[in-house]
């Protein structure tokens, strides 16, 4: 089996290119980037992305994936229940964690694979993150079967966050065989060894690392990744960055912005253009930095510096912030004015059809009639949260997504909104291609 992985992406070119290649053994993406613009200060900035990523496994290498053997049996339980299990993928994040559901697909198995450790992709960009990330996502969606499987026979093993530890097996189209996703990772060069020598496969898993080390393999080849931008940071307008999301793919930028909800570990930041007389925002993730929740505080004008990241799990985001109280660089987030008053700018529903700039930012919409309420149960923190099919008064749907609402400590049901009119303020967002207000607080809703 001789894997091969072709990547070329953000290649220095006016002209943008997407090409998708798939083969049974082979994978090529390809995407061009324009030349930054939008701002008279950056009329000189050049990429700092060599273009291309291309891996082909030597053959006359050991095929480390195959060297140690999946238990046959207990395909069939659940990997939360009995530590083995048929899964099927619900979310790729990055190299080492994807989320499946389990087999009966009543709970959804946030995985982190054992024994590796891939260079972050997701919150914070590192070098090979971004290999590592597509490989991991190659490797499980041409499976024809996966199955997850804990370090210790019949116990459940999870990590500080509460993910599953589990060693990933899957078969390809065609074949009989399971093979081993971890080693297979570290065979290849896209990760470091974490706790590696202790564990279940621990020996072959370490053969496989030091086969990388010793072949110069990827992250081990002395090499730039050409996927990571290695360049100065942008500086530029949230309009020019949300504007020019192909363009600024991966760059390093910086602006300026008012924080106007939290959601998710990260914030909305929105930022008035005086041309245009309208305000454009755009979603930062603010990672888990300690000091994080000190600068991400709605009513703060921010200057942000981080990666712009077009994610296909997340969608278009600004990523790897730092922060400091003390001594700030650069490129550390900063706090340029605290209590900002902030104010939804007004909107019709025919906005929210016909105006798709106005994404993620503040907005508040009138006299919405709830026609129709589903709520989610789940054991995730999405758990009541509440869908709400809303009428305008001129007969148009608006979808009202809450998050999980509380009053005196009582999560919100839907008797509390069933057949009122109000007026909502929320943060414009698309989901699955839709538009929709995200409602963050019972305080944004005003009752007609």
């Not at 110069?216 to 530029?236: A, C, H, Q, W």
Request: charged content about 25%.
């Amino acid at each position: 089996m001789t894997p091969r992985f072709t990547i070329l992406k953000y290649a220095k070119k006016t002209v943008c290119l997407l090409l998708v290649l798939a083969l049974a053994l082979s994978l090529v993406l390809a995407a061009g980037c324009k030349k930054p613009s939008g701002d008279p200060s950056n009329a000189t900035a050049e990429p700092d992305i060599e273009g291309n990523w291309e891996y082909v496994r030597d053959a006359s290498l050991p095929d480390f994936g195959t060297m140690v053997s999946l238990n046959p049996s207990g395909h069939d339980g659940d990997i939360d229940k009995t530590g083995r299990g048929r899964v099927t993928v619900e979310q790729f994040i990055d190299g080492d964690t994807v989320h499946f559901y389990n087999n009966s697909k009543t709970e959804v198995i946030k995985a982190r694979f054992l024994a590796i450790d891939t260079p972050e992709s997701t919150g914070h960009q590192e070098p090979w993150g971004h290999p590592a990330s597509i490989y991991t996502k190659t490797k499980l969606r041409n499976a024809e079967e996966i199955i997850l499987e804990s370090d210790t026979e019949g116990v459940v093993g999870l990590d500080g966050n509460g993910r599953y530890l589990c060693w990933v097996w899957y078969r390809e189209k065609g074949s009989n065989v399971f093979r081993n996703l971890n080693i297979e990772i570290l065979a290849d060069g896209l990760a470091m060894g974490k706790s590696t020598s202790s564990t279940r496969y621990g020996s072959v898993a370490s053969e496989a690392l030091q086969s990388a080390r010793s072949n110069r393999i990827n992250m081990y080849s002395g090499k730039r990744d050409p996927l990571f931008y290695y360049g100065e940071t942008v500086e530029l307008s949230i309009k020019s960055l949300v504007s020019n999301k192909d363009t600024y793919n991966a760059y390093k930028v910086r602006f300026e912005g008012v924080v106007t909800k939290e959601s998710g570990g990260g914030i909305y930041v929105e930022q008035y253009d005086e041309d245009t007389q309208q305000s454009y925002g755009v979603y930062v993730y603010g990672g888990y930095a300690p000091l994080a929740p000190k600068f991400l505080v709605p009513g703060y004008r921010l200057s942000v510096t981080g990666t712009a990241d077009d994610n296909e799990n997340f969608g278009f985001q600004v990523s790897g912030l730092t922060f400091s109280l003390i001594n700030p660089t650069a490129d550390d987030t900063k706090i340029l004015e605290k209590d900002v008053e902030i104010k939804p700018t007004l909107i019709t529903a025919d906005d929210l059809t016909n105006n798709p700039t106005l994404e993620n930012t503040f907005v508040r919409l009138e006299n919405l009639k709830i026609v129709d309420i589903y709520t989610t149960h789940s054991t995730t923190d999405s758990n009541g949260a509440m869908t709400l099919t809303c009428r305008t008064p001129d007969n148009k749907t608006v979808t009202v997504r809450t998050v999980q609402l509380t009053k005196d400590g009582e999560i919100v049901t839907e008797e509390y909104f069933s057949g009122k009119t109000v007026n909502v303020d929320g943060v414009f967002v698309f989901y699955n291609g839709n538009p929709q207000i995200t409602l963050f607080a019972l305080s944004d809703v005003q009752f007609v």
